[in-house]
């Protein structure tokens, strides 16, 4: 990176240490969801609540967040994401009741919805337009580096005892109580210091971010907020990039990614793998997720956003239809499963994980942009939410249960790259406002 651009390279790493943990907490829970099921008797119903309390709380987090975003500042709103991790995984770790466990979880959700709306939006706002996609996706690398840490640490700690899953839950209080120290340390979105009448402030971050040349840009919407013109999101003036954020972010979980990230050790071992080995491919995964997440986040700026998409897509296509085959019959194609899941999850981490939070965060302006994150955010979680809670209740439904579930995934999928070849727009190598431009929405 240009050592210009050092300030915002540091400034922006430390923002996006809220994704590692969302990517713990989004993880973790694969490992400890069988031994929670036994403890306190659940069906697969209420065991598929359970897992999904968490996405619950991740869908109310980032249908809110916008708001105290907007109202507080994209700091303090990280601050209290970091204590909110830190209390999900003490509470999680200690629960002796099925309610409280819940109850945690919803917590932890609530703190992973807020993160993935403000997260993001902190970091492309502080980030300069040449590097933007990197340090954007640098929130995706370090949600995949949580799992991949989580899915080893169920590994390592599957075989300590009857409480092995408390102290998977547990670990997380570590890169909380991290988090929590050093993003106290960065400033507040210069952006947003503009939009909020703190313009000298905002030049001197800008100064130091090295990007120049917006701040008048910026200063027109201020003018208009400040005359009393406050912009809202479903004005109509804003249809087109509400409509590529909701269908980029419904298409993202339409790929089944939280089911395989949340189910992974039960998935193998619905393929013949035993619990040993399951938790062991699980890590695998978590490894292919990162390997290709970097590799995405070194090229995003040079291909662009609609490229990756468009090969995720055709990659995924396959892989998972070829896993559906394998579930038709697990007996003959079950141990093919780890490889067809591997090659799905390189060709969504180079696609749809490494674009989505990046380009939600690019394409709405300043004054709506905690809005439009939000509903972006908030239509991704409550697919996830939908697709984590039915997935155990149709594979244990059906003997075909598998089979259905990832020929879905790989139809909805074929849609996905109709919908980004001949719809999306390009964003690379753009400024904020310059998107806005192109979109007509200035």
């Not at 390279?9 to 069988?34: C, D, M, Q, T």
């Not at 933007?132 to 989580?150: E, H, K, M, T």
């Not at 989505?356 to 697919?383: C, D, Y």
């Amino acid at each position: 990176m240009v050592p210009r651009y050092n300030y915002a390279v540091r400034v922006s790493l430390i923002a996006a240490l809220g994704g590692f943990l969302f990517g713990f907490e989004v993880a973790v829970i694969s490992g400890a969801e069988k031994t929670i099921q036994q403890l306190w008797g659940l069906n697969s119903f209420w065991q598929g609540f359970t897992v999904a309390s968490s996405l619950i709380g991740t869908v109310a987090g980032s249908l809110v967040a916008g708001w105290p975003a907007q109202k507080y500042g994209r700091k303090k709103v990280l601050v209290g994401i970091a204590l909110m991790y830190l209390l999900s995984a003490v509470g999680c770790a200690l629960s002796t009741a099925w309610l409280l466990f819940v109850l945690f979880r919803f917590i932890g959700g609530l703190a992973v919805g807020i993160s993935s709306v403000v997260g993001p939006m902190y970091i492309s706002e502080i980030s300069p337009a040449p590097i933007r996609g990197r340090l954007a996706g640098s929130f995706q690398v370090n949600i995949v580096s949580g799992i991949l840490v989580a899915y080893l640490a169920n590994f390592l700690l599957s075989g300590i005892g009857e409480d092995a899953w408390r102290w998977m839950l547990g670990v997380m209080a570590i890169p909380a109580a991290v988090f929590a120290l050093l993003v106290r340390t960065i400033p507040e979105s210069p952006r947003w210091l503009v939009l909020n009448g703190q313009d000298a402030e905002a030049e001197k971050i800008f100064a130091k971010t090295g990007e120049t040349g917006i701040t008048a840009l910026i200063r027109e919407e201020h003018a208009l907020a400040s005359q009393g013109i406050k912009e809202k999101l479903f004005s109509g003036k804003y249809n087109k990039p509400i409509f590529y954020a909701v269908l980029l972010a419904m298409f993202n979980q339409l790929s089944g990614i939280n089911a395989i990230i949340y189910y992974a050790p039960r998935i193998f071992e619905m393929a013949g793998f035993d619990e040993a080995n399951a938790f062991q491919q699980s890590v695998y995964i978590g490894a292919a997720n990162l390997l290709f997440t970097l590799l995405a986040m070194s090229v995003i700026d040079r291909f662009g956003r609609k490229k990756l998409l468009l090969i995720g897509a055709a990659g995924m296509i396959v892989f998972l239809a070829l896993t559906a085959v394998a579930f038709s019959n697990p007996e003959k194609g079950g141990g093919a499963v780890i490889l067809y899941l591997v090659g799905f999850i390189a060709c969504f981490a180079f696609s749809q994980g490494a674009v989505i939070w990046v380009f939600i965060s690019e394409i709405f302006p300043n004054a709506v942009r905690s809005q439009g994150s939000s509903l972006g955010s908030f239509t991704h979680w409550i697919m996830a939410a939908i697709i984590s809670w039915t997935f155990p209740v149709i594979v244990e439904g059906s003997p075909q249960g598998g089979f259905y579930s990832f020929i879905f995934y790989s139809i909805m999928m074929l849609l996905s790259f109709l919908f980004i070849w001949r719809v999306m727009p390009e964003t690379k190598g753009r400024s904020l406002e310059q998107i806005q431009e192109e979109l007509g929405i200035r």
